[in-house]
C-alpha cells in the first residue's frame, strides 16, 4: 500500500497528522478542515480507518499533558449513549452506499451547528442542558459521527460551549473522551468494517513524528488565546467544516 500512495495522498495525510496533532492539544476542529480531502483522498469509509489510529496516538500525548485537567462526570454522561451510537452508525452503513457517506457527515455535523448557533444566541436561557436527555442525545449524536467519519469534534464542542465550559478544563474533557471513545472503535473498525489493517498502520507510524509536532505546536498556540477567542475560533472551525463537507 505504502507504494501505491500518491503525491496527493502523501501531502493530505501530513497535513491530517499535523492538524491532528494541533487540535487534540488545544486547537480544537483543525483535523475537520482536512477529513473531507482524507475522504477525497481515500474514501469517505476507508479514511476513517487510516484516520482513527493517528487519532488515538494524538489523545495519548493530550492526555498526558493534560491529564489532570477534566471533569469526569461529564465523560461518564456521555459514554453510554457515545456507544450506542457506533451500532447506530453500524446500521446506517448497511442501508447507506459508501459515496453517500460524506454527505451524511455534513448534515448530521449541520444539525450540531444548528444548536450550537441557538446556544449562542438563547444560552443564558437555555435550560436543557439540565434534562438527562440532554447529555444522551448528545453522546448519541457524538459517537455515531465519530464512527462515521471521526467527525464528532463539532458534537462536543456545541456540547461543552453550551456547559459553558472554561478553556483548560473543555480541552482536559475532550482529551479523555476521546481517548476512550476512539479506542473502543477500534475493534469494531478492525473487525466490523475491515478498514484498519497492517498497511494501514504501517502509514500511521510514519506520521507518528508529523502528529507529535502538531501536538507541540497545539500546546504553544492554546496558551496565546483568551477564553473568548477560544470560543469564537471553535465556532468559526465549526462552521467552516460543515459547509465544506456539504458543497464538497
Not at 451500532?87 to 459515496?99: C, R, S
Not at 444522551?136 to 459517537?143: S, V
Not at 473487525?191 to 500511521?204: A, E, G, K, S
Request: hydrophobic share 60%.
Amino acid at each position: 500500500m505504502i507504494d501505491s500512495i500518491n503525491l496527493f495522498q502523501w501531502a493530505i495525510l501530513s497535513l491530517t497528522a499535523l492538524c491532528i496533532g494541533m487540535s487534540k492539544t488545544g486547537v480544537q476542529g483543525m483535523m475537520l478542515l482536512v477529513v473531507p480531502y482524507m475522504a477525497m483522498a481515500f474514501g469517505a469509509k476507508e479514511s476513517t480507518g487510516v484516520i482513527l489510529p493517528m487519532l488515538c496516538m494524538a489523545d495519548i500525548i493530550a492526555v498526558a499533558y493534560y491529564k489532570r485537567i477534566a471533569d469526569w462526570k461529564v465523560v461518564i454522561k456521555l459514554l453510554p449513549t457515545a456507544i450506542l451510537g457506533f451500532f447506530v452508525a453500524i446500521l446506517v452503513d448497511k442501508l447507506i452506499p459508501a459515496n453517500e457517506f460524506r454527505q451524511l457527515m455534513g448534515w448530521t455535523l449541520a444539525l450540531a451547528l444548528v444548536v450550537m448557533i441557538w446556544s449562542e444566541v438563547f444560552g443564558k436561557e437555555n435550560r436543557w442542558m439540565k434534562k438527562w436527555w440532554y447529555s444522551a442525545i448528545f453522546g448519541l449524536l457524538g459517537g455515531f459521527t465519530t464512527m462515521i467519519g471521526n467527525a464528532a469534534g463539532p458534537v462536543l464542542s456545541v456540547y461543552l460551549l453550551s456547559m459553558r465550559k472554561d478553556k483548560m478544563e473543555y480541552i482536559g474533557i475532550n482529551a479523555w473522551f476521546f481517548l476512550v471513545v476512539n479506542l473502543l472503535k477500534v475493534p469494531l473498525q478492525v473487525f466490523v468494517w475491515d478498514n484498519i489493517t497492517w498497511h494501514t498502520l504501517l502509514l500511521n507510524l510514519f506520521m507518528l513524528p508529523v502528529i507529535g509536532i502538531g501536538a507541540w505546536l497545539g500546546i504553544r498556540i492554546i496558551r496565546m488565546f483568551p477564553e473568548m477567542a477560544f470560543r469564537r475560533f471553535i465556532q468559526i472551525v465549526t462552521i467552516l467544516s460543515v459547509v465544506m463537507m456539504m458543497v464538497g
